[in-house]
């Protein structure tokens, strides 16, 4: 019985270590900048995230969806610096808004009529493209990356050029990527650090499946 009893005991501690926080993955090569991310709210998506670098730093975050895309979340302003002192700095992203599964279609196929789909790239208005990227026809499970470096970083620039820029599906190779991608917008080659933790956003809800006000009992 004191066996079975100690079994149990063994069984629900390591339930509740995989249920605890998920462990952040670290990408770059300056593990020095000490990056860290840590979401402050359980929220979701998180309103509100603690960024912390050891050295003043140029420091963003970008929503990534292995397979599919990326978009800057912070600064949101794209005109605001992304320089950071040393230290420890409670920031607030935005993130894109998905469309629902109706509203995805329905953008799809004014896109192709007008001859580009949401989020690619547009020859004919490539010098007037947005700074911020619009609504996102993707899916709303990804990861929020923190991407550190000493070089000056500008954020326009580097919404302009994850906008319709596909990355890798595997999760590694992606989070790389992207990290690779918002360091070469820097006017000189720097290292960099990454640390990105999984986040999930919601949906907007399906029109066609919402009650009606007419339908209900009067």
């Keep these: 019985m004191q066996v079975r009893t100690l079994a149990m005991a063994g069984m629900a501690l390591v339930a509740a270590c995989a ?6 993955r670290m990408v770059g090569d300056a593990p020095e900048l000490g990056a860290r991310l840590v979401i402050s ?6 309103r509100q995230v603690t960024v912390e670098v050891a050295q003043p730093s140029s ?8 397979g599919q895309g990326a978009s800057l979340v912070y600064p949101a302003d794209t005109l605001h610096s992304a320089r950071l002192t040393e230290g ?3 920031v607030s992203p935005e993130f894109p808004k998905l469309l629902s599964a109706s509203a995805a279609r329905a953008a ?3 896109a192709r009529r007008g001859g580009a789909m949401p989020g690619e790239r547009d020859p004919r208005a490539a010098r007037s493209a947005p700074a911020v990227m619009p609504p996102q026809v993707i899916v709303p499970q990804g990861f929020l990356m923190l991407i550190a470096t000493r070089a000056s970083l500008d954020p326009a620039a580097i919404a302009r050029r ?5 990355i890798p599906g595997v999760d ?3 989070l790389n990527a992207v990290g690779k991608l918002v360091r070469s917008t820097a006017n000189v080659v720097a290292p960099w650090a990454g640390v990105a933790l999984p986040v ?10 919402a009650p009606s006000r007419s339908s209900s009992r009067r």
């Design 172 to 174: 590694d190779e992606a």
């Design 59 to 66: 420091a963003v975050l970008v929503y990534v969806v292995p």
């Design 200 to 209: 999930k956003l919601p949906t907007q809800p399906d029109a066609r499946r």
């Design 162 to 166: 994850l906008q319709g820029t596909s």
């Design 108 to 110: 799809r196929d004014s």
């Design 19 to 24: 249920s605890g926080p998920p462990k952040p």
């Design 88 to 90: 420890a700095h409670v």
């Design 41 to 46: 709210d359980s929220v979701s998506p998180p």
